[in-house]
């Protein structure tokens, strides 16, 4: 029998490119004939009376089946005389109809003279239906004595095609693999979908379809896309073609965690067709789906792509779930009029394109397409912020820079807050923030496994992408009604959505691609050079492609907006270049006196590259050529996790090692002179504003002081690249004090003016406010009473982890 199958495989596989080049012309005719001669037929949606439902029940030789679970479905439609239970018996052999016509007589029974799939025989209960509305259950399912009043409640939304029950099985221990709560996307040239667990979500949420065992549906809407589609005869993707059509109608799908059933799952089909039918029916379907649902030529040219490599890889390897094969092709093909027919229905139907179809049931597009436009504009925004690192405590710039923007913009805006720490003991300090926001979610980052040289994403955004955190970001969006999204660091702005209503800002605490070709210029050697190059490429394409699609774009002064302009030229009027880089300068004494003589200060995060770089620079090349001229100097390092090939610093003379402080204002207060030996990265480094503001004298690399330093501007540090220049200056900032006096007063003067959190922070807010004015003007006329501030700690809902 195996050898059999070889040898039809490799049949197929001669004529599958024939098979595929044929299906693919006819799909194109159809599209050209109804791009000449089709008509759309989009009638206006109907409100529904859900005062009441139809619960309509398909069975075939499930007489045990309705015996066991029938009496809770009676049950619980039993309060409203005007509910109706229907049994759609197609053709059963083991009496099912009988049984039911005697021992359940408030039933309606409808029998089919052959059996018509459980696509059709729910068709034709939809058919003989009272109600606006039918519940449509398998006969192997259980419901809550209360499932039905709060499934129906959404249909007062005229909008609203179907709404799916929570999902549990009979048996606890069962892996939830359904639950109602569905999601979809378009990959590997198909139709992916899954059912997701979330117990976060305590009403209607967006999903991409109702299940057919488990769902209520508007009648009407029902049999206007035509029911079940006779080409996915017998059973699966029936419920998920109706749900892509309900979406692409411009209708919505939801669900209702509140209305809960119970499923003996698979008790129908498992047990009346062997695994390899199902596997065969499934394979077939997969194909039919895209036939009839994409009209979308890229995708449909990945899908014919799809389709050969996924099934010679089948032949060679084995069906792998989820993939295609030539047999499912084959027997698709088999109908590939009927599939022509259903294309040309589905065309007819169709409001939105493809892409906007798979998008609508994400949370954050759900709110963006639906609920956002007419909402009013509350007086506080409620602004979501994501974060790719820990904010607590603040051991980098960049989580200074995230922390003084938050405690900014608590006392005018309600927070919320998700995120990503490197390790799960950095989960509770996040806690912290929940004494100004109103929610706080982080999750510890995936670790990536391997780079893949062939990769189109750089490896540092790869690292970041996680499916998990995109649902419950969106899940966020939906549930908290955002107004404005807030991302933070390039790496995460693959999380932007290309929204209308909701804008969406990021702040690119440095310019990735420019920090790499900063790293790139200083190696030598091909094999060095090859990965970083690689990575720039990566990079460049990466930004230039993803931060068009941001409302604005945060830079950290106009040095890295005038480089970005060179390559996005048309980003210049959405470019703000003073909204981010800030400190309260208010919390750094400022003081001249009490410092320690001839010691100099570095700080910086270990996990941070460019600093690991910059000490090895200032160590090797600089300390040496001072301690030369001042062997009493002294170089004190503060800096957390420092790395085991640093380790023998802590032997050397003229060097100190705290390792972390709690507070950095101790350092910047006690010691003489900041060095700030930088040589790669982009953006503003806190680190100098921190010393500004304190007080501290400076010496700099002209890439660490880039966009403090002005040209033609009062001196506030000392700029020196090469060792000896670097050398020589920090040396005259340990004996010339009037020197250190003056540039320490035009530093904490430029803090002051320019650098100061509190100030600029409520110019963002305002940039935040004319954002979501200009793009939700329908509800910029309408503003929100104030909701009540939650006054304690206990009251909010921060966790910090999922």
């Given at each position: 029998?195996?050898?059999?199958?070889?040898?039809?495989?490799?049949?197929?596989?001669?004529?599958?490119?024939?098979?595929?080049?044929?299906?693919?012309?006819?799909?194109?005719?159809?599209?050209?004939?109804?791009?000449?001669?089709?008509?759309?037929?989009?009638?206006?949606?109907?409100?529904?009376?859900?005062?009441?439902?139809?619960?309509?029940?398909?069975?075939?030789?499930?007489?045990?089946?309705?015996?066991?679970?029938?009496?809770?479905?009676?049950?619980?439609?039993?309060?409203?005389?005007?509910?109706?239970?229907?049994?759609?018996?197609?053709?059963?052999?083991?009496?099912?109809?009988?049984?039911?016509?005697?021992?359940?007589?408030?039933?309606?029974?409808?029998?089919?003279?052959?059996?018509?799939?459980?696509?059709?025989?729910?068709?034709?209960?939809?058919?003989?239906?009272?109600?606006?509305?039918?519940?449509?259950?398998?006969?192997?399912?259980?419901?809550?004595?209360?499932?039905?009043?709060?499934?129906?409640?959404?249909?007062?939304?005229?909008?609203?095609?179907?709404?799916?029950?929570?999902?549990?099985?009979?048996?606890?221990?069962?892996?939830?693999?359904?639950?109602?709560?569905?999601?979809?996307?378009?990959?590997?040239?198909?139709?992916?979908?899954?059912?997701?667990?979330?117990?976060?979500?305590?009403?209607?949420?967006?999903?991409?379809?109702?299940?057919?065992?488990?769902?209520?549906?508007?009648?009407?809407?029902?049999?206007?896309?035509?029911?079940?589609?006779?080409?996915?005869?017998?059973?699966?993707?029936?419920?998920?073609?109706?749900?892509?059509?309900?979406?692409?109608?411009?209708?919505?799908?939801?669900?209702?965690?509140?209305?809960?059933?119970?499923?003996?799952?698979?008790?129908?089909?498992?047990?009346?067709?062997?695994?390899?039918?199902?596997?065969?029916?499934?394979?077939?379907?997969?194909?039919?789906?895209?036939?009839?649902?994409?009209?979308?030529?890229?995708?449909?040219?990945?899908?014919?792509?799809?389709?050969?490599?996924?099934?010679?890889?089948?032949?060679?390897?084995?069906?792998?779930?989820?993939?295609?094969?030539?047999?499912?092709?084959?027997?698709?093909?088999?109908?590939?009029?009927?599939?022509?027919?259903?294309?040309?229905?589905?065309?007819?139907?169709?409001?939105?394109?493809?892409?906007?179809?798979?998008?609508?049931?994400?949370?954050?597009?759900?709110?963006?397409?639906?609920?956002?436009?007419?909402?009013?504009?509350?007086s506080q925004l409620r602004v979501l912020f994501a974060a790719p690192y820990a904010i607590e405590p603040p051991l980098h710039g960049g989580a200074v820079f995230m922390k003084?923007?938050?405690?900014?913009?608590?006392?005018?805006?309600?927070?919320?807050?998700?995120?990503?720490?490197?390790?799960?003991?950095?989960?509770?300090?996040?806690?912290?923030?929940?004494?100004?926001?109103?929610?706080?979610?982080?999750?510890?980052?995936?670790?990536?496994?391997?780079?893949?040289?062939?990769?189109?994403?750089?490896?540092?955004?790869?690292?970041?992408?996680?499916?998990?955190?995109?649902?419950?970001?969106?899940?966020?969006?939906?549930?908290?009604?955002?107004?404005?999204?807030?991302?933070?660091?390039?790496?995460?702005?693959?999380?932007?959505?290309?929204?209308?209503?909701?804008?969406?800002?990021?702040?690119?605490?440095?310019?990735?691609?420019?920090?790499?070709?900063?790293?790139?210029?200083?190696?030598?050697?091909?094999?060095?050079?090859?990965?970083?190059?690689?990575?720039?490429?990566?990079?460049?394409?990466?930004?230039?492609?993803?931060?068009?699609?941001?409302?604005?774009?945060?830079?950290?002064?106009?040095?890295?907006?005038?480089?970005?302009?060179?390559?996005?030229?048309?980003?210049?009027?959405?470019?703000?270049?003073?909204?981010?880089?800030?400190?309260?300068?208010?919390?750094?004494?400022?003081?001249?006196?009490?410092?320690?003589?001839?010691?100099?200060?570095?700080?910086?995060?270990?996990?941070?590259?460019?600093?690991?770089?910059?000490?090895?620079?200032?160590?090797?090349?600089?300390?040496?050529?001072?301690?030369?001229?001042?062997?009493?100097?002294?170089?004190?390092?503060?800096?957390?996790?420092?790395?085991?090939?640093?380790?023998?610093?802590?032997?050397?003379?003229?060097?100190?090692?705290?390792?972390?402080?709690?507070?950095?204002?101790?350092?910047?207060?006690?010691?003489?002179?900041?060095?700030?030996?930088?040589?790669?990265?982009?953006?503003?480094?806190?680190?100098?504003?921190?010393?500004?503001?304190?007080?501290?004298?400076?010496?700099?690399?002209?890439?660490?002081?880039?966009?403090?330093?002005?040209?033609?501007?009062?001196?506030?540090?000392?700029?020196?690249?090469?060792?000896?220049?670097?050398?020589?200056?920090?040396?005259?900032?340990?004996?010339?004090?009037?020197?250190?006096?003056?540039?320490?007063?035009?530093?904490?003067?430029?803090?002051?003016?320019?650098?100061d959190g509190t100030v600029i922070t409520k110019r963002l807010e305002s940039m935040y406010r004319r954002e979501v004015t200009r793009q939700r003007p329908l509800a910029a006329?309408?503003?929100?009473?104030?909701?009540?501030?939650?006054?304690?700690?206990?009251?909010?809902?921060?966790?910090?982890?999922?």
């Amino acid at each position: 029998m195996t050898l059999v199958r070889f040898f039809v495989g490799i049949l197929l596989l001669i004529l599958s490119p024939l098979i595929l080049f044929a299906s693919a012309a006819i799909l194109l005719a159809v599209d050209i004939c109804f791009a000449l001669f089709g008509r759309k037929r989009l009638p206006p949606a109907v409100a529904t009376d859900n005062r009441a439902a139809s619960v309509v029940i398909p069975n075939w030789n499930g007489r045990d089946l309705l015996e066991k679970y029938l009496p809770s479905v009676i049950g619980a439609v039993s309060g409203n005389p005007r509910n109706e239970v229907i049994v759609v018996d197609n053709a059963s052999t083991d009496g099912s109809a009988d049984f039911v016509a005697k021992r359940f007589p408030q039933v309606r029974l409808i029998r089919s003279d052959r059996n018509l799939g459980f696509g059709g025989g729910s068709t034709l209960g939809f058919r003989e239906a009272k109600n606006d509305i039918v519940v449509l259950l398998n006969s192997d399912m259980r419901v809550e004595r209360d499932f039905l009043p709060s499934l129906l409640e959404p249909f007062f939304d005229p909008l609203v095609f179907s709404v799916s029950c929570q999902i549990y099985f009979s048996d606890p221990e069962k892996r939830r693999e359904e639950t109602g709560l569905t999601q979809g996307w378009w990959g590997q040239g198909r139709f992916r979908v899954t059912h997701r667990v979330d117990d976060e979500i305590a009403k209607p949420f967006p999903c991409f379809y109702g299940g057919g065992g488990s769902s209520a549906y508007d009648r009407h809407k029902f049999l206007e896309l035509g029911g079940f589609d006779e080409i996915l005869k017998p059973f699966y993707y029936e419920d998920t073609d109706l749900g892509f059509m309900a979406w692409k109608r411009g209708w919505k799908v939801l669900y209702q965690p509140r209305s809960v059933v119970y499923h003996e799952h698979r008790g129908t089909i498992g047990r009346k067709f062997s695994p390899q039918y199902i596997q065969g029916v499934l394979k077939k379907n997969a194909v039919l789906m895209v036939w009839k649902n994409i009209h979308s030529r890229r995708m449909l040219l990945t899908h014919f792509t799809a389709c050969f490599t996924s099934s010679f890889h089948a032949l060679i390897s084995g069906d792998q779930p989820g993939g295609f094969s030539f047999p499912g092709i084959a027997k698709a093909f088999l109908q590939i009029g009927s599939a022509a027919a259903a294309r040309w229905r589905a065309r007819s139907l169709a409001a939105v394109d493809d892409r906007e179809a798979f998008r609508r049931h994400v949370g954050g597009y759900f709110r963006d397409r639906f609920d956002a436009p007419l909402e009013p504009i509350p007086s506080q925004l409620r602004v979501l912020f994501a974060a790719p690192y820990a904010i607590e405590p603040p051991l980098h710039g960049g989580a200074v820079f995230m922390k003084l923007t938050l405690e900014s913009l608590a006392p005018i805006a309600h927070l919320h807050v998700i995120g990503m720490v490197d390790r799960p003991d950095e989960l509770a300090r996040q806690q912290d923030l929940s004494c100004f926001c109103q929610s706080v979610r982080f999750q510890v980052r995936r670790p990536l496994q391997e780079k893949h040289p062939s990769s189109r994403l750089p490896h540092a955004v790869r690292e970041f992408a996680d499916s998990e955190f995109e649902w419950r970001l969106n899940r966020i969006l939906y549930q908290d009604h955002i107004d404005v999204v807030q991302l933070e660091y390039t790496q995460f702005a693959q999380y932007a959505g290309e929204y209308k209503h909701i804008p969406c800002f990021i702040f690119e605490h440095d310019l990735y691609f420019q920090s790499v070709a900063r790293t790139m210029n200083r190696l030598t050697g091909v094999g060095k050079l090859v990965p970083y190059w690689l990575e720039y490429l990566r990079a460049l394409r990466y930004e230039l492609r993803t931060l068009p699609k941001m409302t604005r774009v945060q830079v950290c002064g106009e040095h890295n907006a005038a480089y970005l302009r060179q390559f996005l030229p048309a980003l210049q009027e959405r470019l703000d270049t003073d909204l981010r880089a800030g400190i309260q300068t208010g919390h750094y004494r400022y003081s001249r006196d009490g410092r320690e003589s001839n010691t100099l200060l570095f700080v910086g995060s270990f996990r941070h590259e460019p600093n690991v770089e910059a000490l090895r620079w200032m160590v090797s090349e600089v300390l040496p050529r001072i301690t030369a001229m001042k062997p009493e100097a002294q170089l004190v390092i503060v800096g957390s996790e420092p790395p085991q090939a640093l380790s023998f610093l802590a032997s050397h003379p003229n060097i100190r090692f705290t390792g972390y402080v709690e507070d950095i204002r101790g350092p910047l207060a006690r010691y003489a002179v900041f060095v700030c030996p930088v040589r790669s990265g982009s953006g503003v480094r806190v680190k100098l504003l921190e010393a500004f503001a304190a007080g501290m004298p400076a010496v700099s690399t002209s890439i660490g002081a880039e966009g403090l330093a002005k040209e033609g501007g009062a001196s506030i540090c000392v700029i020196a690249d090469s060792p000896d220049e670097f050398a020589k200056a920090a040396i005259r900032l340990l004996e010339d004090a009037q020197y250190c006096d003056d540039l320490a007063a035009n530093a904490r003067h430029l803090v002051e003016t320019e650098k100061d959190g509190t100030v600029i922070t409520k110019r963002l807010e305002s940039m935040y406010r004319r954002e979501v004015t200009r793009q939700r003007p329908l509800a910029a006329h309408h503003s929100e009473p104030e909701p009540e501030r939650v006054s304690s700690r206990a009251q909010r809902s921060a966790s910090t982890a999922w």
